[in-house]
């Protein structure tokens, strides 16, 4: 890297492997600062590249201490923080396979995904997931350590603590470019199919080196080693993957938000470079537009007219004297938008679109330019990316790298070339069906302008496995009001079938049934109870599934230090339940239509008392369980005069 002309992304692509990242930035300035992390006194305390090396390779010894070879699979079941980062590069400098899920993940989910990916250790976090990985050594006899990652790898490295450093190195130096780095899970609220993507070194690699070239001409005009990012995007699904790589090849300094979420963090890190999904940029817009509103009229006329101005200022060709000053009368009310991100962002990538046209110009009148990149986990988080100074707002811009882009009659977007993943883990018909004469089908509609500037329109249909979901994100502020829904409120339309439709002369008890199995088709929904027998109208409990719920929480916005419960009262997520509950509705006679029900973010297992060993629910277990949320229904519900 040392001439002017060579970027960072040129030097990574001519990387082995995710491991010589580490060791490459370290040997070439040790003391160039990589990590913020929280040390006491939640103060941020920088790590150098040649520390983060150092603990890398005490990781790494005690991986082959313990016996994980070269292609083993690690299992990481955790939160997104350092110890994370340094496991994982740990992992791939001794030639194994990072298989990471998150840790609100299901028990079905991490004991469906050992079963297939046969991992040879595991680190994981909490006691609950723990117990289930744990309980499966006995049926998998390559699942030889499993550690708890609370202990923040202590014991991982003390096995480690007297080998020598040559073992790693070997294995580092061994690495290809072709080799399989992770097996990635995507969540999705689409299919509940869980078939891991495989993703090899030069994949990652070569997407991150991909967006760092795109957005070089902005980020090199910091000083050196003024980027820095605070990231708030979860390390076990690709956005949050695929933006720490870039982050690393780009020399961004990384520090992870953990629970607290980016905007209370961002007054102290002072980002210079902002990488967010749309719901974070989305929801700070609604927030100053909410309290223009509250002040009264003439503020919300301000902030229209602040916002008109901005957006203006943005796609003017030329910014002449007179905008130049019309812009500077509302800097006031800009400069909060800026200093709400910490005062400092230089640049702002919005990962995976969304973002309306409007609010990616208002953004960049505001003097927070952004610019949108988009991208399945198949094609390693980017295939399109928009630049600073090369844009068209509202688009996800142009293909990337060597990247090549075709659209079909159908309007669906097929790539080619860069980081295409390897396939589907142990799915051999599914990763072929992927693919068309050689071209990845992504499942996305999009439309491409002469200039060659990409709009994603939707998705056709689910890729041959989960597929990241595209459009608006959505953040609202604070959760507000109770988890049971009242259907004929002021927000709410009433959950009733349509009049007139025909229904066929059956049992209640199997128009019940028929109703429950509906709901419990689509993903996010679990387990449902329909409530008829001594109410005046039927209810339901709704359970939601544990992974598909943190998967809402990703593509809406919502921060990482969510609870559950919380997700499971957000207006936005019942009234999606609400919409299923009406289209099932449809089904039944009016006397079985479900006119209130309580969603739970729990689902309801065997080990409570409240499922039996084959599936099937314990009704009466469960109506003596949530007596109180199921009078509840009836408290809240208003019957018509």
Sequence with gaps: MGEPSVTPGTWARGLSGLGELVYGMATEDARAEVFSVRGERSRWERVTAGEFATEVTAVAKGLVAAGVGEGDRVLVVSGSHQEWVRLAFAVWSVRAVLVPLARSVSAERVTHVVRQTRPAAAVVQGDRLLRVVSGLQRELPDLGRVWRMEEGLADVVRLGAYMDASSVRFRRDATVAEDAAVVLYPLSTVSRSTRGVVLSHGALLSSAADLVDRMWPRMSELPAGRASTLLDLPLSQIPGLASLVACMVGRVRVGLTGAAGLLPQAEAFKPTVLVCSAGLLEGIFEREQGSARSTGWDSLGTFNSAVDTAVQFDRAPRKGAWRRLSRSMYDWQFARVREMLGGRVHLAVCWGGGLSDRLESFYGGVGVPVVQAFGTAETAGVFVSGAVGDRVPGTVGRVVGERELWVSREGEAHVRGGGVF????????????????????????????????????????????????????????????????????????????????????????????????????????????????????????????RDQLEYWRLVNGRPLSMAPEEIAGDRDLLREVQGLVYEANRSVPRHLAVRSFHVLAEEFTVQSGLVQPSGELRREAVLRAFSEEIDGLYRVRREPS
Excluded: K, M, N
């Design 422 to 545: 390897s396939g589907y883990w142990g799915d051999g018909e599914a990763s072929r069906s992927a693919f068309r004469e050689g071209w990845l089908a992504t499942g996305f509609a999009v439309e491409v302008d002469a200039d060659g500037f990409v709009r994603v329109v939707g998705r056709l249909r689910p890729q041959a496995a989960t597929v990241e979901v595209p459009g608006r994100f959505v953040v609202r502020g604070p959760v507000r009001g109770s988890r049971a829904v009242e259907p004929s409120g002021d927000e709410l339309t009433e959950v009733l079938p349509a009049v007139g439709e025909p229904v066929e002369e059956r049992g209640d008890a199997e128009l019940v049934a028929e109703f429950e199995a509906r709901l419990r088709a689509h993903p996010l929904i679990s387990q449902v109870l329909v409530i008829v027998e001594g109410r005046p109208f039927a209810s339901a409990l709704v359970t939601l599934v």
